[in-house]
């Protein structure tokens, strides 16, 4: 009977031990999973896309393939093997804009959630420049790119050149007639930078200097009368202003003589379009820029240092309608604007300026009594309301006859003004001008003695400018990148501007898009606080 007890017992324990044993195989989990690449570094030029593959066994079924990257953009595609033991996926990959290195991490995961990771490493180089000789040019400059110019170019009639986001274009000029390279705009030229991507238009980097922030070492972009539309967003154009060549197509229609300094941009077709946005023209020999005929649209914008010791931030010339509006003039040789119906061309000028900044303008301009701030005169017509003027050498100007605009379509108001000399507050109305105090809107502007009626900007220091070296662009020296022209909140700028007023366009739309101008601000100048 103890033997049949004893041999159930061992049964009994046998038969336990079996069924742990089964228990512990059925818990044992399959192999992980395994990812490999057919790259382990992956070179790559700026802003380049390329392709490779991962090929993936897992014992335990895949269940899901994902791609992450430190730097650039990842996706994965064609992915195959999901609920199988092998697959493989493609990996795309686009390289950021930046030189450097990276690292691409593909991860698979099976259907116990087991995991295994492959890394890639990434190495990024700067793309070669593109060197552009002399000659017609179309087509699109790419994202990112360098373009090194080395002789004119011409955009053709009919054609168009696109500069995309983050390009910089080097132009190799030595300030002379015939070593300045400058592009004619025949066709169509459209620079669409973003506040994160601008384009840079400018010379060799051991040129960009204080001896020749007004030499002028390139020609500039200059259209013709077949020119359709050009628009600039978020560009910067800096160093232009050389001496214009014989044969230039400038010198050939007669705006320019040869040897006379070009401009940063130059548009002229009354039927055209011309936008310019949120973008920068620095360190020109003479005007920044010159519209003569065309409706435009140009707000948003930095003009720095422009012209040596004559020459306007912005000049408009007859047959010029449109909006400057939320400009920012800094430091120009004459006015911000200068406005004018000179040679009576059709239709006659007429814009729309509001809103607009003007600091330490006019001071470099040798001949008596021109410009300060913004001047409407000869025939032309519009509106000047909201201007924030600081230290200007006058303040708004509508000359005396014969030079008178034309006073019965024309008018100005709500202006903030401040100086920091007498000889700066006795000006706010030129002497030289036909505005007092009281005559349209001017009833609504603040002007007081000097210092007062600081406007009180947010990092901007104005109360140590001083006029008498101001007059000579020797004392100059190269301006912060920083520079800041926002309002603190308790200025006395905010809430005196007029906004019941329209802009003169509405819209332009130009290269298929459509831009509008920005409705008037209840703060005087370009930004509020």
Known sequence: MQTGKSLLTALLLA??????????????????????????????????AKVFSVTISAAGKIKEVTATATSGTVTL???????????????????????????????????????????????????????????????????????????NLNVPAGKSLTVEEGVTVIVEGDGSQGGSPEITVRGNFYSYGTAEKPVLFTVPAARRTKENMFTGLWGGILGTMQSQEMVFQHTRIEYAGAPAAEGSPIVTSGELGA????????????????????????????????????????????????????????????GSVGDAAFNVFYQSATNGIKCSNSDDRSPQTDVNMYNNTAINCGWRQTKAGRGGSINLEKGGRGKVFNTLVVNCRYGIRFPKAPDNPDITNSTTGHNFYFGNHTTIADEFYPATGSITKGLFETAHDVAGAANEN????????????????????????????????????????????????????????AGGKTYTAPSPASHAGAFGN
């Open 259 to 318: 040897g006379d300094p070009r401009y940063s941009i130059y548009f002229t077709n009354p039927n055209g379009r011309f936008v310019m946005q949120h973008s920068t023209i620095a360190y020109t020999k003479d005007d920044g820029m010159r519209i003569n005929q065309g409706n435009f649209l140009i707000t948003n914008n930095t003009f720095i240092y422009t012209g040596a010791t004559g020459g306007d931030a912005l000049n408009l010339k007859s």
């Open 454 to 509: 600081n406007p009180q900007f947010a990092s901007l220091n104005i109360s140590n400018f001083d006029n008498t070296t101001a007059t000579s662009a020797e004392n100059l020296e190269v301006p912060p990148a920083n520079l800041n022209f926002k309002l603190q909140a308790g200025s006395p700028a905010l809430g005196v501007g007029k906004t019941d007023f329209a802009p003169k366009l509405a819209t332009i739309i």
């Open 77 to 151: 595609s064609e992915i195959t093997g999901i609920g199988q033991n092998t697959g493989s996926a493609r990996v795309n990959f686009k390289a950021p804009a930046t030189v450097g290195t990276s690292t691409i991490s593909v991860l698979v995961t099976d259907q116990q959630n087991q995991q295994k990771q492959v890394d890639i490493s990434v190495e990024v180089s700067e793309v070669p420049p593109v060197i552009v000789a002399a000659g017609d040019v179309d087509g699109t400059w790419q994202s990112g790119r360098t373009y090194i110019v080395r002789g």
């Open 15 to 48: 038969a336990t031990f079996t069924f742990s044993a089964c228990e512990k195989e059925d818990d044992t989990l399959p192999t992980a999973p395994q990812v490999t690449s057919e790259l382990s570094t992956l070179p790559v030029q700026q802003d380049e």
